[in-house]
């Protein structure tokens, strides 16, 4: 009987385990669906932001012309991991993502600032010889998702014009299709010359030309803002979508796992219940046999 007790406790531990994984499952899933919606969103802000950037450039397109690049300059990277664990190799592919890059560019580790986004991208990272000069709290809602992009923002602008840092290097997961995702870099600071030019050349979508009262400096660093502010978006948003198909994958292979430890407990409970049983019918057969043998003396 305690060993049938004892599979009993089994059984009722994975049963609870299984309840939670497939909660867990649904949550992931309403998520990435969240997510998705919210980068169509973004694309159309997006969107805007590049007719902002184009009118701008029309009246002054000698900006555009490509200084010379600092050798040896200064590079800040921030990379988006996760706060919590259960997300398979999403941490680990972001972090190997970064190495990959920084050793790619030679780049010097003393002329070289790292933050951070979530404890276990951090934890990664400290385990492959990196220390994060800093770290961002990790928006435990998408309500909190502005205060985190704030702060962010904040310390881009710092590195800009207090550290003189002179790129700025995103890293990140990104969905490719369905769940399957994939590293992402993008290179925030400066904006890109190439993408620049490219709205320049784009054909003005309406007949009417924009007018403006403020001076163009004051706009265009205006729009400048909103491109750090979108693009940091887009990165979390990514991210966060990246996570939870991670999760999701991670949490199929946990049901999956549960159900075939739920099928054995139960073989087992069912086998040691008919040795049981079976020991309990000996042993009247036995007691009736001795019974029967006690009459005839």
Do not use: C
Request: proline residues 3%.
């Amino acid at each position: 009987m305690q060993m049938l007790e004892a599979i009993q406790r089994k059984i009722r531990g994975a049963q609870d385990l299984y309840s939670v994984v497939k909660t867990m499952k649904a949550l992931a899933a309403v998520n990435i669906h969240y997510h998705e919606r919210a980068v169509e969103a973004i694309t159309e802000y997006h969107q805007s932001i590049e007719i902002g950037f184009q009118a701008l450039l029309k009246e002054k397109p000698e900006i555009l012309k490509k200084p010379k690049l600092k050798d040896g300059g200064r590079m800040g990277v921030v990379i988006f991991g996760s706060q919590r664990g259960m997300v398979g190799k999403f941490n680990v592919m972001v972090a190997n993502s970064f190495m990959e890059w920084e050793k790619a560019k030679a780049v010097d580790y003393v002329q070289l600032k790292i933050a951070v986004i979530g404890e276990r991208v951090e934890e990664q990272l400290k385990e492959i010889g990196y220390e994060p000069a800093g770290e961002i709290d990790f928006p435990e809602s998408r309500y909190n998702l502005n205060s985190a992009i704030q702060e962010l923002l904040v310390l881009v602008e710092s590195w800009r014009f207090r550290e003189k840092i002179d790129d700025i290097y995103l890293f990140y997961n990104k969905l490719k299709r369905g769940v399957i995702f994939e590293p992402f870099q993008f290179h925030l600071f400066p904006l890109d010359p190439e993408w620049l030019q490219e709205l320049t050349l784009r054909k003005w979508p309406t007949a009417n030309l924009p007018l403006y009262t403020l001076s163009w400096d004051q706009l265009f660093y205006s729009f400048i803002h909103q491109f750090f502010y979108i693009s940091l978006y887009r990165a979390f948003i990514e991210s966060m979508a990246s996570e939870n198909a991670s999760r999701l994958v991670a949490m199929q292979k946990a049901e999956e796992n549960i159900e075939e430890r739920l099928e054995n407990l139960n073989s087992q409970f069912n086998r040691q219940r008919q040795n049981a049983i079976t020991e309990e019918l000996l042993d009247i057969v036995a007691g009736f046999e001795a019974l029967s043998r006690g009459r005839f003396y």
